[in-house]
């Protein structure tokens, strides 16, 4: 397979592409700036700031545009505010909770037999405290021509794998017309029939849906879906429902993956208020994942048992169709485990 990047992809949107790179060149990095942005009395919380030395503080601004003013307990803040409670060790909470820091070939994870997870882009707009892959190697997984190259002779080597998930960090940290060559040749590899998308990119900068983006997502042979991240219903704002207004007339469908988060979305009330507005703009409920006990990240952790509480009380007042799965994934598990509601 002859590795060609085309030069020239033409831009419908130019405008709105520029734009969402000036908001990536434009991330808060300095929790100190973030939290007078939003008003917040910055002396009692320096301690906490050294925690960026973990893992760095990356906040893009439409995103912080969402946070409530003065609220340090905003639930949006909580998501990327450092603390200093990263700095404990926690027995059972390790660096690779998912065992993925061995891959099949470097950028590409082969968990399920069916799918594969290609490292389209090794970092991410934002940094969620959270995140399991706080400890990833992305340096020795960072894409590049020859990488992709050889993510793209497995995937023709494996007839079994019928679906490709675009992952990273967050794949459309990619341009368009990095993946658009990359879409391109999958297109070529006959047996992948779908093409998913896992991203929070849009949650957090509206912008990166672009026309261009939308008609490169509808064109394909590959049936395409996106898998948005979104934790809260405060994220869903009107800049984000008028992007995601283009994917849902493009007719590509929409889900929404959620982690069950200490202090953040740990309510039934507030899971299911997220899955209502979920609805609303044509975004179906899918997971919601247990918390992966990655080190650094212990505070976000809500014990199984007060999951089936919530998950009980949340069927109490959605309808089935917007509940979404309560999930865990286990490393070296061929699929993630439902957790027994009963
Ligand atoms: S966007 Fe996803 S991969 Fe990136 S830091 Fe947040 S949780 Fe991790």
Redesign the pocket.
Known sequence: MKLEIPQIIPHIDKKMHLSWQKELANVVTDPKILLEMLNIETKNYLQHFKARQLFPVRVPRPFIKKMQKGNINDPLLKQVMPLFSEFLITEGFIADPLGEHDTAVEGLLHKYKHRVLLIVKSG?????R?????HFPYADNSPNKIRWQQALDYIQQHEEITEVIFS???PLMASDEHLAWLVSQIENISHVKRLRLHT?LPVVIPQRITASLVKLLSKTRLKTTMVL?INHSNEIDKALSSSLELLREARIPLFNQSVLLKGINDQAQVLSQLSEKLFDNGIQPYYLHMFDQVQGAAHFDVPEKQAVKIAKEMMMILPGFLMPKLVREIAGEANKTPINLA
Request: glycine letters at 14%; charged letters at 25%; aromatic letters at 14%.
């Open positions: 991410c707009a934002v940094n969620c959270y995140c399991f892959r706080r990273g960090g967050d929070r991240h």
